[in-house]
């Protein structure tokens, strides 16, 4: 019998998960919650059907007590049929959105919307023929430059 994973399992070394069905979805959408990007770190080759984000994610698999460190991942959606995109300038490099979930709208069969939604009213929604889903460290994890982790007004 094989255990689940479990986030203290992952240590000090890089993520790789993917997500094939929304509960694994709602694990990779915490982990990328507070990220932030520049709106120019998104791509979309519609030849590989794939939206790829390049992220820089707090460490939320770390103790709580921790020093803040964030970590550059990629983000990637597979089997994009189409994007539309709400209250985001693709391609703006000095605006930097902050990525508050990710979650999945089935449709018919497989098939479905992947949205991401962001802070400020902003959203990416990619038509997916399946739902695949992949998040993977990057770069080395570095010091968070605020020290901080972000806060949410209950």
Partial sequence: ??????????????LYLGAMDPDDL???????QDSVLPASEMRWDRTDRR???LVNR?????????????????LAIEHVLG???QGVERGDT??????LSIAFEPGEDASGHVELTFAGDGA?????EALEVSLK??????RAPSGKRPHHPD
């Fill in 137 to 142: 460290d990057v770069t080395r994890p570095y």
């Fill in 58 to 74: 707090i460490r939320r698999e770390e103790e709580a007590g921790a020093e803040v460190e964030r970590v550059q991942s990629i």
């Fill in 83 to 85: 994007v539309q995109s």
């Fill in 94 to 99: 000095d605006t930097v959105l902050q990525i």
């Fill in 1 to 14: 019998m094989v255990d689940d994973a479990r986030f203290e399992d992952a240590g000090p070394r890089p």
């Fill in 51 to 53: 939206l790829a984000f």
């Fill in 26 to 32: 709602s694990v990779i959408s915490a982990l990328v």
């Fill in 124 to 128: 990416i929604r990619a038509r997916v």
